[in-house]
């Protein structure tokens, strides 16, 4: 199973759902890939934000060595899920795949709320909102894990 998890600028949301799923993935001993992407790239070449590396690391989960990069059409191909963290990033996700490629790509918090399409919101703004963007993550993952493996 190859995962790619997707928001605005791959520094806050995304890199914490990568770094989460890759952990959960070890400890199950799946042999999954699991990485990230934005939809924007401003942040090319840059490490996640350091909030979103500090609330990782408060969970014993290291995501300092990820580069932020831009989600590519090769993804489209490479990838079984791609998960959005966001409607906005899920319809520019849709814009650019193919027929045959869109039904790969979820909205990630449909995992834990079916049908709901609710969006993970963007913490950039928000210091607070880190660990509570980690919670909603982590759950999802969860659901991930039952739902696929």
């Known amino acids: 199973m190859k995962v790619l998890m997707v ?12 770094g989460i799923l890759k952990e959960k993935v070890k400890q199950k001993g ?24 500090r609330v990782a690391k408060k969970y014993g989960i290291d995501i300092a060595d990820q580069i932020s990069r831009q989600v590519r059409s090769i993804d489209y191909e490479e990838f079984d899920l791609i998960f959005a963290m966001d ?10 795949a193919e027929k045959e490629e869109k039904s790969k790509i979820k909205l990630i918090l449909n995992e834990v709320y079916p049908n709901q399409n609710k969006s993970v919101p963007d913490p950039y703004w928000d210091d607070d909102g880190f660990e509570k963007v980690f919670r909603m993550l982590d759950e999802a993952c ?8």
């Open 30 to 53: 799946l042999d999954w890939k699991v990485d990230s992407a934005g939809t924007g790239g401003w942040h090319n070449g840059e490490q996640p934000d350091k909030r979103s590396i």
């Open 142 to 149: 969860d659901k991930i894990i039952e739902r696929y493996m």
């Open 7 to 18: 928001c605005l600028g791959n520094i806050c949301r995304s890199p914490l759902a990568e």
């Open 87 to 96: 409607k906005q990033n899920y319809e520019n996700l849709m814009l650019l």
